[in-house]
Nanobody
Framework: QVQVVESGGGLVQAGGSLRLSCAAS????????MAWYRQAPGKQREFIAG???????NYSDAVKGRFTISGDTAKNTVYLQMNSLKPEDTGVYYC?????????WGQGTQVTVSS
């Protein structure tokens, strides 16, 4: 059984910071990408940031320069440092762990940015 668990969400004022954590456990042996997505109310889930084995990273234009993804796919852990938060960053943040033949999602953690 595979579990992906996110933590670190909460309520923060605009301009503030939060750090999200994600850990995958269970029968996962070949994760090559871990990524963060978010889903704002009434909108589709969107890609935010990803990190590959070898530590290369990529970001959506909406968060580039404000968010930093880090972690280790070999240890099945990933973090998302979010700075200069804006009200439009509000949403449920999901962690995804992608292995060769499967993809696993966490339950999500709520991030609310007040203006």
């Amino acid at each position: 059984q595979v579990q992906v668990v996110e933590s670190g969400g909460g309520l923060v004022q605009a301009g503030g910071s939060l750090r999200l954590s994600c850990a995958a456990s269970g029968s996962i042996f070949d994760i090559h990408v871990m990524a963060w997505y978010r889903q704002a109310p009434g909108k589709q889930r969107e890609f935010i940031a990803g990190i590959r084995s070898g530590s290369s990273t990529n970001y959506s234009d909406a968060v580039k320069g404000r968010f930093t993804i880090s972690g280790d796919t070999a240890k099945n852990t990933v973090y998302l440092q979010m700075n200069s938060l804006k009200p439009e960053d509000t949403g449920v943040y999901y962690c995804n762990a992608a292995a060769t033949r499967s993809s696993y999602w966490g339950q999500g953690t709520q991030v609310t940015v007040s203006s």
